[in-house]
């Protein structure tokens, strides 16, 4: 599932999949924004990835990592700039989890 800021109409719809999800990976570049409003949603933890393409100035992904590291939803954890892998494997290992239990 994608879900993007750019159309509030597409977090709206996908409300009910976030609240159902054990884990989720919120991939996000320029402000990096995504991550706080799908945590803020979300009873799970949330995986934030920041991007480094952008337009303005992004910095490489650093101002949407610096933004998902402040962030003051609680349960949002942050990998590195497009270590997309590393926040897969942690979404695998969190769901494995789950499923010992």
């Not at 650093?62 to 926040?87: E, K, P, R, T, Y």
């Not at 942690?90 to 989890?97: E, F, R, W, Y």
Request: with cysteine.
């Amino acid at each position: 599932m994608a879900i993007s800021l750019k159309r509030q109409a597409s977090v709206r719809s996908h409300t009910e999949d976030i609240i159902k999800a054990s884990v989720i990976i919120a991939i996000a570049g320029m402000e990096g924004a995504l991550a706080s409003v799908i945590g803020g949603l979300a009873d799970c933890p949330v995986i934030a990835v920041p991007t480094s393409v952008g337009y303005g100035a992004s910095f490489n992904g650093l101002s949407a990592l610096l933004s998902m590291l402040n962030s003051c939803a609680s349960g949002v954890s942050v990998v590195n700039i497009d270590n997309g892998f590393g926040a897969g494997y942690l979404a695998g290992m969190i769901n494995h989890m789950e499923a010992k239990k």
